[in-house]
């Protein structure tokens, strides 16, 4: 693989060009995670509304009918709710685990088998979810892609 980098102050933008000869998981992978650069979702935190980098997202869960975004170093709350974010993050490393979480499949650090069909998702921060049998052949495939 050959790898360009053109830096100028001319640019307006940054552009990202890939030429390939055949589209691999590999490659789509690489995409998806570019992607994931090119967009943020808002969220609130302490009356604030921020623009939160789809990257630094560790996982979305709804509780009580609240959404939150839930980062290494802070929590906002969305106003959209979870199956309209699915919906936005249909591309992107995010899948959905339960019936009210989605996770950023980059911030998992392992997955292990529970006696009861489930599996629990160790984060790369320490945090443990639980994935529910009715999602984990969702989460295979994501991981597999």
């Given at each position: 693989m050959k790898l360009t980098v053109n830096q100028s102050m001319d640019f307006t933008e940054n552009e990202i060009i890939i030429n390939c000869t055949v589209m691999d998981k590999r490659l789509q992978q690489l995409i998806d995670y570019i992607r994931q650069y090119s967009f943020s979702l808002k969220g609130m935190s302490q009356g604030e509304i921020y623009n939160v980098p789809l990257e630094t997202i560790l996982y979305i869960d709804s509780v009580d009918g609240r959404t939150f975004f839930y980062c290494r170093d802070r929590i906002y709350e969305?106003?959209?709710?979870?199956?309209?974010?699915?919906?936005?993050?249909?591309?992107?490393?995010?899948?959905?685990?339960?019936?009210?979480?989605?996770?950023?499949?980059?911030?998992?650090?392992?997955?292990?088998?529970?006696?009861?069909?489930?599996?629990e998702a160790s984060l790369t921060t320490g945090e443990k979810l639980i994935i529910t049998r009715k999602y984990i052949e969702t989460v295979r495939a994501k991981l597999e892609s």
């Open positions: 969305s106003k959209k709710p979870l199956y309209a974010l699915e919906r936005l993050l249909i591309n992107t490393p995010f899948v959905r685990i339960s019936k009210n979480c989605i996770l950023n499949i980059n911030a998992l650090k392992s997955v292990r088998i529970l006696l009861n069909h489930k599996m």
